[in-house]
């Protein structure tokens, strides 16, 4: 995955393109995250994101419909 390149590059600032407004939102913390499945999605990402890199920035692009 992109991530795991990013970690084997020991790429430590990283930025996340993305057009889901829902998944950008619970990513970075402003919308409640209520299905247990992506709760438990949500906790190994952070894990990941102490782990390897110190910061992320999600940014929500617009898709042309």
């Known amino acids: 995955t992109r991530i795991n390149a ?8 990283l930025k996340l393109y993305g057009d889901s407004s829902l998944i ?3 990513d970075q913390g402003n919308w409640k995250i209520r299905n247990e499945t992506l709760y ?5 990402i952070d894990k990941i994101i102490d ?8 940014i929500q ?5």
């Open 6 to 13: 990013a970690i084997n590059l020991k790429i430590r600032l």
């Open 24 to 26: 950008i939102n619970q």
């Open 40 to 44: 438990l999605y949500q906790e190994c």
């Open 51 to 58: 782990e390897y890199f110190e910061d992320i920035e999600f």
């Open 61 to 65: 692009i617009f898709s042309r419909r």
